[in-house]
Nanobody
Framework: QVQLVESGGGLVQPGGSLRLSCAAS????????MGWYRQAPGKQRELVAV???????NYADSVKGRFTISRDNAKNTVNLQMNSLKPEDTAVYYC????????????WGQGTQVTVSS
């Protein structure tokens, strides 16, 4: 079993920055992916950024150049540094840990609210 706990959400003004953190516990393997997704009211959950095995990353086009994902395999954490935040970044952000080979290995955190507003 895997548990994911997010932290770092909150209210920030447009143009500001936030750093989200996700701490994973349980059977964690660096070969599995860890990443961040978000869901805004009335919209589907979408990928924000993910780090795959070997350190390769994927970002949503809407956050490229503004957000940076990082992972510490020794501490089983994944972070999301969010800069130049926009009101459209407002959403609940979820941490995800999953295997690209085994569908049963797919875990989500409880989510953390990020609100970008003046």
């Amino acid at each position: 079993q895997v548990q994911l706990v997010e932290s770092g959400g909150g209210l920030v003004q447009p143009g500001g920055s936030l750093r989200l953190s996700c701490a994973a516990s349980g059977r964690i393997f660096s070969s599995n992916a860890m990443g961040w997704y978000r869901q805004a009211p009335g919209k589907q959950r979408e990928l924000v950024a993910v780090m795959l095995s070997g350190g390769s990353t994927n970002y949503a086009d809407s956050v490229k150049g503004r957000f940076t994902i990082s992972r510490d395999n020794a501490k089983n954490t994944v972070n999301l540094q969010m800069n130049s935040l926009k009101p459209e970044d407002t959403a609940v952000y979820y941490c995800r840990y999953y295997s690209r080979s085994y569908a049963s290995v797919d875990y989500w955190g409880q989510g953390t609210q990020v609100t970008v507003s003046s």
